[in-house]
């Protein structure tokens, strides 16, 4: 579990999005539904900031907490990027803290994963400053969420479980709506393609059983505000895991375009031997660190 943990230092940050206004011709027709709306918004070159935080805990105790802030360009098919900043600022094991609470980013983009940050400074050779994760290594784009709304398929199953929906007060200044409801964590990994690529995380008959709880803000547009969604199993003696994951969404329609960088700040993970961390471990190790069986 330590090397799980370390591994997820280095996923992380934020880059300047300008605002823009080439989607909203896309957004006229008044959506219908939440679905409607993310789906008006998946238009080339545009996306949104993020911010999350998650907190984990067993034995009734936090024991981790995550913050990670950047953002997700989107496409008509879906995300096609990533580009976030993270570090822990709350770590178990306190001989280790100082170097976990240090940032790190990672930069996702079709078929590869690039990783950069004071966690990987005795990694890289003089000159370099990026880390490149392909093939089988490479992430699937998206912020570090247990369910991501950003994906089309996985926010119909999470809205099909609805149970409530009340008014929610504002958050980010806007009037919101409320939307409440639990799913199966089996539901959730059927329908996720980033939990699908990562190994190990397919659950048993009891894990798929546990429920997600969950909470959705959206505005007016219908458009998500805030998604936080609460994963606890039962271990037996009165021992669980619990993960809460709390998820922000902003800037609706801003001008968001990554690219690669300079390939002379790079260096290919298979050109560094074996020491470095296995990139899918990067992002979302969470929740299958909750499964029953670890």
């Not at 949104?48 to 907190?55: F, L």
């Not at 913050?67 to 178990?92: C, F, H, K, M, N």
């Not at 007016?220 to 993960?243: C, H, P, Y």
């Amino acid at each position: 579990m330590r090397r799980l943990i370390a591994t997820l230092t280095c996923v992380a940050a934020a880059v300047l999005i300008a605002p823009a206004t080439a989607a909203t011709a896309n957004a006229q027709t008044k959506a219908a539904t939440p679905l409607d709306a993310l789906t008006q918004r998946l238009v080339k070159d545009h996306g949104i900031k993020v911010t999350s935080r998650y907190a984990l805990g067993w034995e009734g105790k936090t024991q981790l907490d995550w913050r990670e802030s950047g953002s997700v360009q989107l496409g008509a098919a879906g995300i096609v990027a990533s580009d976030t900043t993270g570090r822990y600022t709350r770590y178990p094991d306190p001989k280790q803290a100082k170097e976990m609470a240090k940032p790190g980013r990672a930069l996702t983009l079709k078929n590869a994963t690039y990783v950069s940050g004071p966690y990987y400074e005795s990694c890289l050779p003089e000159g370099k400053t990026w880390i490149r994760y392909t093939g089988k290594d490479a992430l699937v784009p998206g912020p570090s969420t247990l369910v991501d709304i950003l994906d089309r398929r996985s926010y119909k199953a999470l809205l099909a479980t609805t149970s409530v929906k009340r008014p929610g007060g504002k958050v980010d200044g806007t009037a919101t709506t409320l939307y409440t409801g639990s799913i199966a964590y089996g539901t959730v990994y059927k329908v996720s393609p980033v939990l699908q690529k990562m190994p190990g995380w397919k659950p048993n008959a009891a894990l798929a059983k546990v429920k997600v709880g969950w909470k959705l803000w959206v505005g007016k547009d219908l458009l998500a505000r805030r998604l936080i969604t609460t994963f606890e199993v039962k271990q037996g003696r009165g021992s669980s895991w619990k993960n809460v994951v709390d998820t922000e969404y902003s800037s609706w329609g801003a001008k968001v375009s990554l690219t690669a960088p300079p390939a002379g700040d790079v260096v290919d993970a298979d050109d560094l031997g074996t020491d470095l961390p296995d990139s899918r471990d990067l992002t979302t190790m969470v929740p299958s660190m909750a499964s029953p069986e670890r």
